[in-house]
């Protein structure tokens, strides 16, 4: 069960674009931070043959309430999906660490929405993903009206604009997607 449609409203038309190519490939590998009660992970599951990694703390975030049943709520809504879905269950600084390197061809970036920890997710992820590899980033235009220091785009943009000679920008709206060169 869903509780909200972010997903429709802000990144399904860039899944759909960027995302479905990749559908065509055999053996692919996505990687989602933050995923959530997984809408994200559904599409993705039913869109793709892709297995996919999941991290989340599955305790909410800072900006929404403490949730006591958000796992079982994912893995309600995952269920005939789940033989394709490796879960892990932390803190993105701790679970990105132990992944392989350039293991992954997609990486969506949707969990914490302060600049700081979402430049730490970008800096952490980048390495796994492989070359060609494409990564959204979630919540591009998030927090109007907050300090600039807080919200994502700023901590998308410092990742951007440290990063620039190995990527390539393939769009911004209320997502930025990039592709590693």
């Not at 069960?1 to 990749?22: D, G, Q």
């Not at 996919?52 to 909410?60: E, R, S």
């Not at 995952?78 to 660490?97: A, C, D, F, H, N």
């Not at 929405?113 to 430049?119: C, E, G, S, T, Y």
Request: hydrophobic share 40%; net charge negative; with cysteine.
């Amino acid at each position: 069960m869903f509780t909200n449609n972010w997903f429709e409203i802000t990144a399904i038309r860039n899944f759909e674009k960027y995302v479905l190519p990749l559908a065509k490939l055999e053996n692919t590998y996505f990687l989602e931070v933050g995923c959530y009660e997984g809408r994200a992970t559904v599409w993705l599951l039913e869109n793709t043959k892709a297995d996919i990694t999941v991290i989340d703390t599955f305790k909410g975030g800072e900006d929404l309430p403490d949730e006591k049943n958000l796992l079982a709520r994912f893995e309600e809504n995952i269920e005939p999906y789940k033989k394709r879905l490796v879960i892990l269950q932390g803190t993105s600084q701790e679970e990105l660490k132990p992944l392989k390197a350039e293991g992954y061809d997609f990486i969506y970036i949707d969990g914490s929405h302060l600049a700081k920890n979402v430049l730490e997710d970008a800096v952490l992820a980048f390495p796994l993903l492989k070359k060609g590899g494409i990564m959204i980033f979630d919540d591009y235009t998030w927090g109007q009206g907050m300090s600039p220091t807080d919200i994502p785009a700023t901590g998308i943009n410092a990742f951007i604009y440290v990063y620039g000679n190995q990527i390539k920008i393939l769009e911004k709206n209320s997502q930025a997607i990039i592709k590693k060169n």
